[in-house]
């Protein structure tokens, strides 16, 4: 089934607080996010594949998606060149990242039979889109599968941008092997609002990490790619909420990320040295705090 939704005007209003936002197509705005119901006749990718992007972090065995696409659109997902720019035969390959949305409707029940002959291991939600975006509040397409996951106390990595998953907390808790991690690339939420508009605030995501980790689930924060930031700042308010850290350079830089950069002036932030002396300066800091980083 395809639902469109016309809706005139270019703010679309999700029942998931803060999740509204405009859309705008190229100098167009566009009135439509574009969802469709899937169905799937796999759910554990092997990392290794050449469907996944490049996974890192410890304990991934498996990747699990349970959408196609994402509403958070940051300016520079590299998922979505993994996907479909470098795919041109694919089916979103001629849309815009953030107008579409893929729904896996039938994953959970596809994994329900995958894992009776699958070697058990650690699943990671998401490798290629984030499992908590604002369509989750509705389909649950996440949360069922971590249902599924429970039952037979697969190990999960949750990544995210979105401090939705706060409602899995009650079954996150139950895992025996959960690492919860949230996904934060900048101390400067005014950055964030620029370059990852429609996901949840830097504090909303602080406050998560914290909530999981005074629950004693294993929580780790993915810094990537580093966007402009001050690493003290950064540090210090995510350290004492962590078990450890991921770090990462930006991947893919389009002519329009550039742009971005430059017009909102720190087109310095995208040269490899910036990169390279802020990840020395957040593994010195997190080094010293004591926390691993991978
Ligand atoms: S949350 Fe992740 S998958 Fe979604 S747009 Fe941002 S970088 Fe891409």
């Given at each position: 089934?395809?639902?469109?939704?016309?809706?005139?005007?270019?703010?679309?209003?999700?029942?998931?607080?803060?999740?509204?936002?405009?859309?705008?197509?190229?100098?167009?705005?566009?009135?439509?996010?574009?969802?469709?119901?899937?169905?799937?006749?796999?759910?554990?990718?092997?990392?290794?594949?050449?469907?996944?992007?490049?996974?890192?972090?410890?304990?991934?065995?498996?990747?699990?998606?349970?959408?196609?696409?994402?509403?958070?659109?940051?300016?520079?997902?590299?998922?979505?060149?993994?996907?479909?720019?470098?795919?041109?035969?694919?089916s979103h390959a001629q849309?815009?990242?953030?107008?579409?949305?893929?729904?896996?409707?039938?994953?959970?029940?596809?994994?329900?039979?995958?894992?009776?002959?699958?070697?058990?291991?650690?699943?990671?939600?998401?490798?290629?889109?984030?499992?908590?975006?604002?369509?989750?509040?509705?389909?649950?397409?996440?949360?069922?599968?971590?249902?599924?996951?429970?039952?037979?106390?697969?190990?999960?990595?949750?990544?995210?941008?979105?401090?939705?998953?706060?409602?899995?907390?009650?079954?996150?808790?139950?895992?025996?092997?959960?690492?919860?991690?949230?996904?934060?690339?900048?101390?400067?939420?005014?950055?964030?609002?620029?370059?990852?508009?429609?996901?949840?605030?830097?504090?909303?995501?602080?406050?998560?990490?914290?909530?999981?980790?005074?629950?004693?689930?294993?929580?780790?924060?993915?810094?990537?790619?580093?966007?402009?930031?001050?690493?003290?700042?950064?540090?210090?308010?995510?350290?004492?909420?962590?078990?450890?850290?991921?770090?990462?350079?930006?991947?893919?830089?389009?002519?329009?990320?550039?742009?971005?950069?430059?017009?909102?002036?720190?087109g310095y932030a995208l040269?490899?040295?910036?990169?390279?002396?802020?990840?020395?300066?957040?593994?010195?800091?997190?080094?010293?705090?004591?926390?691993?980083?991978?």
């Open positions: 089934m395809k639902i469109k939704y016309s809706i005139g005007v270019s703010k679309i209003r999700f029942s998931y607080p803060g999740a509204s936002r405009i859309k705008i197509k190229g100098n167009t705005e566009c009135d439509f996010l574009d969802i469709k119901e899937i169905n799937v006749t796999s759910a554990l990718i092997k990392p290794t594949s050449s469907e996944t992007s490049e996974v890192t972090g410890p304990g991934i065995d498996y990747a699990l998606d349970p959408y196609v696409g994402c509403q958070h659109a940051c300016k520079y997902c590299y998922s979505f060149r993994k996907q479909f720019l470098d795919k041109p035969e694919t849309d815009l990242w953030g107008d579409f949305v893929d729904l896996k409707v039938n994953i959970a029940e596809v994994l329900t039979t995958e894992i009776n002959h699958t070697k058990r291991g650690g699943v990671l939600l998401s490798a290629l889109t984030d499992p908590y975006q604002p369509l989750e509040h509705k389909y649950r397409i996440t949360r069922s599968c971590l249902q599924v996951l429970l039952k037979r106390q697969y190990r999960v990595i949750i990544l995210t941008k979105s401090d939705l998953v706060n409602r899995d907390l009650d079954l996150l808790t139950q895992f025996k092997n959960a690492d919860v991690g949230l996904t934060i690339t900048t101390d400067d939420d005014n950055i964030r609002q620029i370059i990852e508009p429609y996901s949840s605030s830097i504090e909303d995501r602080i406050t998560t990490l914290r909530t999981f980790h005074s629950r004693k689930v294993t929580t780790y924060v993915h810094i990537g790619p580093i966007l402009p930031m001050n690493p003290e700042a950064l540090v210090n308010q995510i350290t004492d909420q962590i078990d450890y850290a991921i770090i990462d350079k930006m991947n893919y830089i389009t002519p329009e990320l550039e742009e971005l950069y430059q017009r909102n002036g720190f040269d490899d040295e910036y990169f390279k002396a802020k990840e020395g300066e957040l593994r010195k800091r997190f080094e010293r705090n004591n926390i691993k980083i991978w």
